[in-house]
Structure formats: C-alpha cells, structure tokens
C-alpha cells in the first residue's frame, strides 16, 4: 500500500494499525471517529496545519520498512 495526499485516514488504519501513531504525533487524537475516518491525509493535515508531504513521507517509509 502506497499513501497519497488522497488516501482515507480509514484505509490507511484498517491496512496497517501501527500508523495510527502518525497521526497522534500530528494532534489527531479523534481516529476513532466516524468522521475523521472519512477524511482524506490531505484534508486532515489542513485542518491540523500539518504539512501533508512530510507525513504521507513518514508513512510510507514505515510501511516500506516493515
């Protein structure tokens, strides 16, 4: 699985659990929610003023390096 600024917050938790502590790091503590779920990387970095670019980076690298 390779994550895009277009990638559901959703998709990427149900493929791999251990990202989740990506978006804690950012201030996204509300992964459980229905709503958050839905949202897109991009979408979620704006509202939380997170450069999109350097977490789909981190992802990506994790989920390569596993």
Not at 13 to 30: I, N, P, Q
Not at 32 to 60: M, W
Request: hydrophobic residues 40%; glycine residues 10%; contains cysteine.
């Amino acid at each position: 699985m390779t994550i895009t600024k277009d990638s559901l917050i959703g998709d990427i938790l149900d493929a791999d659990r251990g990202t989740a502590v990506y978006f804690l790091e950012m201030g996204m503590h509300c992964l459980g929610c229905p709503a958050s779920r839905g949202e897109s990387v991009e979408e979620a970095c704006q509202v939380h003023g997170v450069d999109a670019d350097e977490l789909i980076a981190k992802i990506n690298t994790y989920l390569t390096e596993k």
